[in-house]
C-alpha cells in the first residue's frame, strides 16, 4: 500500500481491519497470529469462539457472505477447488448465496443514462423498473425496444468496481505476506490463487467480455436446433450494461412443468449433455455455471441458455493431458496415473509416489465391474478429494471448472432422466467426434498411424528412462555412466538412429492427418504425399536393419 494517496490508504486499513474482525467474529482468531498484527489486538479478538449451533465450514461461509461482492465471488471461485480447502469447506462453500435487495430504481436509472448516453426512456420504448433478478455485482431490467424486442438489461451496481478494487489489493497482500511468512506458502501458491481470481473477477465485471463469450456461444450452436444462445444488442451494450435477447421457458429443473408440457425427458437430457460435450470436446470454450437458473427449456423443446460471465478454457494439451488421465484410470492403470500427474505438473516434486499409487489404485478398484450408468460423477469427484488434498496435487483451474460443470450436468440429466448415462454419452461422443473430425478416411490413416507402432515402445521408454536420470541428478546421486570409445560410438549410433525415428514418426502422423484431405488437393498433392510415405517407409526399413545387424 506505499505510495499510494493517504485518504486511499486509511480506506484500505479501515476494511482490512473490518474484514478481519468479521472473520474473527466468526471463530478464525487463531488466523490472526499469523499476521503482522498488534498482540493488544490478537488477545481482543481471541475473546470470540466459533458458536457450537455453527460448523467452522459454515461460519467460513457466512463470514464471506457477509463481507459482500468480492469474498462471496472469492467463495464460489474456491468451492471448484479441493486442491486449496479441505472437502468439508468446498462443500459448504456450494451452498453461497449471492442475492442481496435491489437498488431503488433511480440509482439505476443513472447507470444507464451515463452508459447509454441518454435516459432508458429515451432509448427504450419500455423499461420495468422492477428488476427481475438482483445479485451482488449487478441487477436484470426486462425492457422493450423500439422496434418490439423484447430484452434483458444486465446493470452493474454503482461504485462497485472501486471497492474490489481496495479487496482485491488486501487480499493480495495478505497472501504475499502469508506465502513468505509462514508455513502454509510452503505448500500452496498463494500468489498465484490471488492473481487468478483477481483476472477471473476483472473479467466478469466486464461486460463488453461477457457479450462475446454470449456471441462465441451463439456461433457454436448455430447449427444446434436443441441449444439456443441469446443474441446480444450490441448498440446497447457497453462494459457496465449488456443487452440481451429476451428468452423465455421452464427452468430445467422443473421437472412437474416439464412433464406436464409434454417434453420428452431423456431428449432434454441428451441435449443437456450435447451442449457440455460439444463445448469441451469441440471448442475447449465452455459455460462454467449452467446452474439450473441459467438453463431453460423454451417452447420450441431447446434449451435456452444465460449469464455467461463465468467461463471455462481448455488448451489442446489440456484436452490431451484429460483424455491421458481418462485412459489410464479406465486401464486401472494407477502408476501411469501418478506419472501423467507429475508430468503436467499436479504433483509436487516430493510426491510420495507409491502411497500416491496406492490411493488412486483403491479408488480405481472401487469402480471395477460397476456399469458406467450406475457410476455418479458428483461422487466420483467427492473421493477424488480428499487425495487431491493430503497429497497437495495443483491440478489446473479449468479441470475443477469442468470438474463442477460435469457434476452439474449430471445432476440435470438424472433429474431429467434417472437413467441417463452422462459417461457413456460423453464416450460416445468423443469416439464420433474422432471418427468424424480427425480420422475420415480411416484406411489410409490407420494403414500410416500403424507404422508408427514400430517406434512405440522406444519413445514409450524413452520419457521414463530420462525421468529416472533427472531424479537421480536431483537427488545428487552419482551416475556411474563407465563409457569407452566403443560405447560412445554406440552411443552416438542409438542417438542418431532415434532422431531418425522421430523424423519418421512425424512425417508419418503429418501424413495422416493430411491425408484425408489431400483428395481435394489434385493429384499432385496426393502423389506428394505417397512419394513422402515410400521415403518414411524406406527410412524405417533402413534403420530396423540397422538394428538388428547391431544385435
Known amino acids: 500500500m506505499i505510495g499510494l494517496p493517504l485518504t486511499r490508504r486509511i480506506g484500505q486499513l479501515r476494511r482490512y481491519r473490518h474484514i478481519l474482525s468479521v472473520f474473527v467474529r466468526h471463530g478464525f482468531g487463531s488466523m490472526v497470529s499469523m499476521l503482522p498484527m498488534e498482540r493488544t489486538w490478537r488477545q481482543r479478538w481471541r475473546r470470540y469462539p466459533p458458536s457450537e449451533t455453527q460448523s467452522l465450514p459454515g461460519h467460513f461461509r457466512e463470514a464471506l457472505e457477509e463481507l459482500g461482492p468480492t469474498f462471496i465471488k472469492l467463495g464460489q471461485v474456491l468451492s471448484t477447488r479441493p486442491d486449496v480447502l479441505p472437502p468439508e469447506y468446498v462443500a459448504e462453500l456450494a451452498r453461497l448465496q449471492d442475492q442481496v435487495p435491489p437498488l431503488p430504481w433511480d440509482i439505476m436509472r443513472e447507470v444507464i443514462a451515463e452508459e447509454l448516453g441518454a435516459a432508458p426512456e429515451a432509448v427504450f420504448k419500455r423499461i420495468e423498473q422492477q428488476p427481475m433478478a438482483a445479485a451482488s455485482l449487478a441487477q436484470v431490467h426486462g425492457a422493450l425496444l423500439a422496434d418490439g424486442q423484447q430484452v434483458v438489461i444486465k446493470v452493474q451496481r454503482p461504485n462497485i468496481v472501486p471497492t474490489i478494487e481496495v479487496d482485491l489489493t488486501i487480499l493480495k497482500d495478505l497472501a504475499h505476506y502469508v506465502q513468505h511468512h509462514t508455513p502454509v506458502g510452503e505448500y500452496y501458491d498463494l500468489e498465484a490463487i490471488a492473481d487468478d481470481f483477481a483476472e477471473t473477477l476483472h473479467q466478469e465485471l466486464d461486460y463488453l467480455r461477457e457479450g462475446h463469450n454470449a456471441d462465441r456461444f451463439r456461433q457454436t450452436f448455430a447449427h444446434e436446433p436443441g441449444i439456443y444462445i441469446p443474441k446480444v444488442h450490441w448498440e446497447y451494450t457497453t462494459r457496465r450494461v449488456l443487452t440481451l435477447e429476451r428468452i423465455s421457458g421452464i427452468k430445467i429443473d422443473n421437472i412437474a412443468a416439464l412433464k406436464a408440457a409434454g417434453f420428452d425427458m431423456h431428449q432434454l437430457a441428451t441435449q443437456a449433455a450435447r451442449m457440455s460435450v460439444k463445448e469441451i470436446l469441440e471448442d475447449g470454450f465452455f459455460h462454467a455455471d449452467p446452474h439450473p437458473g441459467n438453463l431453460v427449456v423454451m417452447e420450441s423443446g431447446a434449451i435456452g ?247
Open 305 to 551: 441458455a444465460m449469464d455467461f460471465g463465468m467461463v471455462g478454457t481448455l488448451s489442446d494439451g489440456d484436452r490431451v493431458n484429460l483424455i491421458r488421465l481418462y485412459a489410464m484410470a479406465a486401464q486401472l492403470d494407477a502408476e501411469g496415473v501418478v506419472d501423467q500427474l507429475i508430468h503436467i505438473g499436479a504433483a509436487p516434486a516430493d510426491v510420495d509416489r507409491r502411497q500416491l499409487g496406492r490411493e488412486i489404485q483403491t479408488l480405481l478398484r472401487r469402480y471395477t465391474g460397476i456399469p458406467l450408468n450406475d457410476i455418479k460423477a458428483a461422487e466420483v469427484i467427492n473421493e477424488i478429494r480428499p487425495i487431491v488434498f493430503q497429497y497437495r496435487l495443483r491440478l489446473p483451474s479449468s479441470y475443477w471448472l469442468l470438474a463442477k460443470v460435469i457434476s452439474i450436468m449430471e445432476s440435470i440429466g438424472r433429474r431429467l432422466d434417472p437413467d441417463f448415462d452422462i459417461f457413456g454419452f460423453a464416450r460416445s461422443s468423443a469416439r464420433s467426434l474422432l471418427l468424424k473430425d480427425i480420422l475420415p478416411n480411416r484406411r489410409h490413416a490407420e494403414q500410416l498411424l500403424r507404422q508408427g507402432l514400430v517406434w512405440e515402445d522406444l519413445l514409450d521408454e524413452l520419457p521414463r528412462a530420462a525421468s529416472r536420470w533427472l531424479a537421480r541428478i536431483d537427488a545428487r546421486e552419482p551416475i556411474p555412466l563407465g563409457l569407452d570409445k566403443g560405447s560412445v560410438d554406440r552411443l552416438d549410433r542409438m542417438v542418431t538412429r532415434l532422431a531418425l525415428s522421430l523424423i519418421i514418426a512425424g512425417m508419418t502422423i503429418g501424413i495422416a492427418i493430411i491425408m484425408p484431405s489431400a483428395s481435394q488437393g489434385g493429384a499432385t498433392l496426393q502423389a506428394v504425399l505417397w512419394f513422402g510415405f515410400a521415403i518414411a517407409m524406406g527410412l524405417g526399413f533402413w534403420v530396423m536393419i540397422s538394428i538388428f545387424r547391431k544385435r
